[in-house]
């Protein structure tokens, strides 16, 4: 599996009031071809200006970016705009031209590049079949809903044939029903003509559903980067423990108590591991909290449970589950 991207030691610094400060400090990462690739982070964390970082719409202030290989920051503006057809871009406000229909718009980046207007048709109509709206055609985005505009905004990205697609925030804009739809199309597409796709995104729902890697984003710098099973398994930074662990609601009852999470997988979320504990030795814990989700197919959960106070019954407990197969971590007082 080749790179579509490298980045290497990329650096992008603003100028404001005479002042500069840095959104993006030496990142580092690259994204393969055919996977769908998320970048997470909070609001003002850097990730958009990373994904424009792809395609040249910002210029990098030190590092590099390279395309299948090729510097970006050598090309001609000629070249540059041969690599951009390559890489199409959806955004959270769909960006369709609400005086031209449904149609009309999936055909604009052909008519731009000069496809003559039997074959853009043809290629739009195929498009809208693709992403489920060729009966909406003659319609005109005013009369679409969320879900529908977003659709038609994929179905003209794709109309290019491009290698990449980049979502910025895609799905932002959408109830969590359309929210499911768009990624269920987003990733079926992606295995069925073998598409890259970048997706950005504040939401780890987001990244759970669809996403094979993706790399946390927090104030300018590359947190983590990995799989996403095991970043959710296992997060070693402190934003992607943010991000994939809710904040805890509870202190222990006692001082001396202690909390710790417990994260399980696959068939290990099938197993009574309580019950288990009560059995085996005797002793008990306190749940807290628990939830489960779905994370590229495979069933995932996460439980916070509240330890006795004494540190022998603590330990014991914690090798219990330890050696069970779980995920053990401490949980910080609020």
Known sequence: MGEVFNLEHVYKNYKNDGKEFSAL?????????????????????????????????????????????????????????????????????FNLLSQRTVLSNVMQPLRIAGTPRPERKAKALEMLEIVGLEDKKN????????????????????????????????????????????????????????????????????????????????????????????????????????????????DPSDRDSRLIRLVFDGLAANRPFIAELVEKTGRKVNILSANTKSVGGIGYGQMVVELPPQKEEQELIIQFFKDGGLSVQEVKRS
């Open 25 to 93: 400090e030496d990142v580092s990462l690259s994204i393969k071809e055919g996977e769908v690739f998320g970048i997470i982070g909070m609001s003002g964390a850097g990730k958009s200006t990373l994904v424009r970082t792809l395609n040249r719409l910002e210029e990098v202030s030190g590092g590099s970016v390279s395309f299948f290989g090729q510097d970006l920051a050598g090309l001609k503006p000629g070249e540059l705009r041969l690599i951009r057809r390559q890489m199409a871009m959806i955004f959270q406000n």
């Open 139 to 250: 319609e005109y985005p005013a009369r679409l809903s969320g879900g529908q505009r977003q659709r038609v905004a994929i179905a003209r990205a794709l109309a290019s044939d491009p290698k990449v697609l980049l979502c910025d925030e895609a799905t932002s804009a959408l109830d969590p029903k359309m929210t499911g739809e768009i990624l269920d199309l987003l990733g079926e597409i992606n295995r069925s003509r073998k598409l890259t796709i970048v997706i950005i995104t504040h939401e780890m729902s987001v990244v759970e559903r669809i996403c094979d890697r993706v790399a946390i984003i927090d104030k300018g710098k590359l947190a983590e980067i990995g799989e996403v099973e095991e970043i959710f398994r296992n997060p070693r930074s402190e934003p992607a423990r943010k991000l994939v662990f809710p904040g805890n609601p509870f």
